[in-house]
């Protein structure tokens, strides 16, 4: 195991160890109303935060119950087992990224993305305001912490190649998944790989003004930041239910996002007492644009040219092998 992923589920362990909004499995498998009802277990990529707020609104306005649907949110002990869950039904749905998924499916994992939640990267190059770093030749010598994840290490390389520079023209460092310690503390000079809806507030409010380069305005293609997965097996097996649960995941952040105020209440009143409520008030404030923007026909549809566009950075930088087909990695078939 290496040394992010065991940091990451320390993590997991000492906030929380699983999250569900009914009290017991067994309790929730017989609430149903109706024979026709089925009860569907979804596994979020971390803990509940802003990013789930339109879960939450599902639930409490009843969007998933219209579409006879018994929900349980679950919060993940060990991330890095999220797909694999998914993947053998053992979780009917999950949120992840769309380039895990897409490194995923290509190691074999039988999961597909059925609708998307943020359609554009939240993963950033962050930096203290007084260091100066306002663009990425300005991390030229500089001590760039990371998660030790190779891909965005690649994200890194396109940004500086955008510049004119190469990844040897910094230090890169893993620092696990202690990113903003990490640059907080003066240990490195910028991080990537932490959340400009999460992280960059948390330092902000422990009052370190914070720069943000986005990845996609120097050279990296827009991807989808968190997309609705489930397996091959479901997708097939049992159509009827995925159509009606991307009916209500999607009724659900569109009720979030008409009322951004209304969302935050109903994530503080269903997740636990943890969350840093100032931190989830401004995630909802950033993300309510973004979610805005995820509605073309309707919100979570997945815009094949977006999508693709990213499959073939990913072939570009290595990260997938040419004959990778990225059409067979999402759907919008449940999409009226």
Known sequence: MNKSLYFFILLFMFFITSCSVFEKEEEKKTETHSPDFNFVEIILDWFPNANHAGLYSA???DHFKENRINISIEAPS???TILSLVSTDDIDFGIFYQPDLLLAQNEGIPVVAVASI???PLNAIMSLKDS???RPFDLAGKKIGYPGIDWNRSMLATMLESEGL???DVELIDVGWSLAPALMSGEVDAIIGAYWTHESIVMENE???VSIIMPDQWGVPPYYELVLV???DTLNQTPNLVKRMVKAVSSGYTTALDDGSDALSTLISMTPPSLDIEVERAGIELLVPIWSDNQNPEFGYIDPDRWNEFVDWMKLRGQLPENFDGDSSFTNEFFD
């Open 118 to 120: 943020v359609n554009k």
């Open 207 to 209: 009052g370190f003004e």
């Open 59 to 61: 639930i409490k306005y």
């Open 230 to 232: 489930t397996s091959e």
């Open 78 to 80: 060990d991330p890095a």
């Open 132 to 134: 100066k770093i306002n």
């Open 166 to 168: 190469t990844i040897y």
